[in-house]
């Protein structure tokens, strides 16, 4: 297994950048004042050298991987949504009423839900529903690792599976998503363990905690960190990923290191995919060549983390929902962007006078 | 045709805020942690005041005028661009060929084009184009007013006359767009006027200029309005549109004015339809219960000028052209906002348990 991971890792290759000039070329050739699409160009610039400068851009056919895990941390009481509610949930995206399932169809986007790690039995089966569950849910993480290296490296090699599933089905861009009661906890955590932030920093409310259950929160994480002090230290990203995190958030680690390995563009949701996202590029750093970033979560210090990283996201709408919600949003400006590449007239075949010429 | 106008302004009532507490009732009841989908509930909350209660929301049909006029000021090389490309974009616009064409096919909105005062002579007759130039462009306000009352007084019924067929199809958004080489200058000269803000704090590079060329451009501003002291003293501000507009800005004021006297959501674009919703707002306050800002402009001062106006725009996105194509992106929050309401499983149909029970 770890082989298998090792050289899946092995074939990530960056973005082609060496094409900036020819796309940017023919941005600039298009009728507008240069550089007035803003970040529309931005994406388009990025995607022409994710997609090796072959025209069509496209960013459809777009799939949605909705994960779902469940957490030993929530027995600590740090959300205000009882543990079941992981499972419920994952049958409401079954029954089209979440939501994801709304905006997956607002904006013409595939969603598949994905059972890495929820407690509780199996599902019914269905044809939206991928049932691929490693654990019922992971350890608490106050008393030691939340999962075992393998187990870890089972969640990586599933998310790694649906990128090259929606490869193997043409789909040009997957984007992350996730359901799993506490999870901001372990997103918080591998935050403060990836990025070395102090944990009161950036602890926010989740799906609504008051004052004094964000600080309960914060205590929590710094047991954990104290609890994981050992894998931490290795330095070794999936041992840092298996100690704090959680089979959705490695799942789309995974995701978005198959994505990059094959070439798709990845939309990287909230707070929680972010994190999945931080975990990704510990791992191999080309998947910041093919990361999207949709939006500036609600949730207090991912603010502070995207600017961490030096990512600008497309989208600040106050949501904190998660599932993808804001990833379902911007595949919206992707495909906009896209169509403007392929489609706007140039200055000569429509006539219009070039800027420059002061009259 | 003051009479006209006059009755037309008088028929804009606000928009019903007294249902807000049951339509934040319903978003209550959906199954995400209360307030989770931020914007978007905030929009879909909005619509529901401005539709009245009737259910389901609705934000299409909608349809995108892109207005187009001249400036007499072009005369004192205020933009890169030759004021023969207002025409070539126009014919851009019918070839379907320009960003806004583009974005408008992207999002799925209709798009009307509108002649309401260029220079040159009558188009070819086109399905998606409206002629009612009502003179070939403004006169050169550093000299005195743009247009006379009369002039700018037929513009705003253009606009008002324009949401009025939307209406009668049916549409139930509008959202606006403009061409005008040189527009960049009147907009700042009227937010200069109606905002009290100093021309050099908000003029900025429109299509392109240098610093020298900013420089020049502020200094026409400040002439322009020194010109029209007398129109901007009246305090009358259809007078101050008139001596610092143009025909496509007077135009878009009558088609926000007229949205909103016909209950539809209005859709501002950018930095000139900022200017134009100014003069609206200027004109009847109560649009802004029906007015929605598309992004916040590249184009320096935008910024400043939301502010001013109390406006959080929804996109961020380093645009700076125009032609409706901010307003095009945003529609497609509109249409999310109004599916979240609409289509969203409550927590009892869907059987989540709901949040606030910490276990």
Chains 1, 2 share one sequence.
Do not use: W
């Amino acid at each position: 297994m770890e082989q298998l991971f090792a050289s899946a890792i092995a074939a990530i290759a960056p973005a082609d950048t060496s094409l900036e000039a020819a796309g940017q070329a023919h941005l600039d050739d298009l009728t507008k004042p240069k550089g007035s699409l803003g970040r529309l160009e931005e994406i388009a610039l990025r995607l022409y050298c994710i997609q090796r400068g072959v025209r069509p851009l496209a960013a459809d056919p777009a799939r949605i991987y909705t994960i779902a895990g469940d957490h030993g941390v929530t027995a600590e009481g740090v959300s205000l949504f009882p543990q079941e509610v992981t499972r419920q949930m994952v049958l409401n995206f079954l029954n089209d009423g979440a939501g994801i399932n709304i905006l997956a169809n607002t904006v013409g986007a595939d969603l598949m839900v994905v059972d890495a790690g929820s407690c509780g039995g199996e599902f019914p089966e269905h044809p939206k529903l991928i049932q691929r569950k490693v654990a019922q849910g992971t350890d608490n993480f106050v008393n030691g690792p939340a999962m075992s290296r393998e187990n870890c490296l089972k969640a990586l090699l599933l998310g790694i599976e649906l990128a090259d599933i929606a490869a193997a089905e043409g789909y040009r861009t997957v984007a992350t998503g996730e359901m799993g009661i506490s999870n901001t906890t372990p997103a918080t955590a591998l935050y403060s363990a990836y990025l070395g932030i102090d944990p009161a920093d950036i602890t926010g409310a989740g799906s609504g905690l008051d004052a004094r259950g964000i600080v309960h929160k914060t205590k929590i994480i710094v047991r954990a960190l104290q609890a994981n002090k050992a894998a931490i230290q290795t330095k070794d990203p999936v041992n840092v990923l298996a100690a704090l995190g959680g089979y959705e958030i490695a799942a789309l680690a995974g995701l978005i290191l198959g994505a990059a390995k094959n070439e798709q563009a990845v939309l990287v949701d909230g707070f929680i995919s972010t994190a999945a996202y931080t975990a990704a590029a510990a791992i191999c750093p080309h998947v910041q060549d093919y990361a999207f970033f949709s939006h500036a979560s609600a949730e207090q210090g991912h603010r502070k983390i995207l600017s961490a990283l030096g990512i600008k996201p497309m989208h600040d709408l106050g949501l904190r929902l998660g599932e993808g919600t804001g990833a379902a949003l911007t595949l919206f400006l992707l495909r906009a962007a896209c169509n403007i590449f392929n489609d706007m007239a140039t200055f000569s075949a429509a006539g219009v006078a070039k800027g420059d010429v002061v009259i």
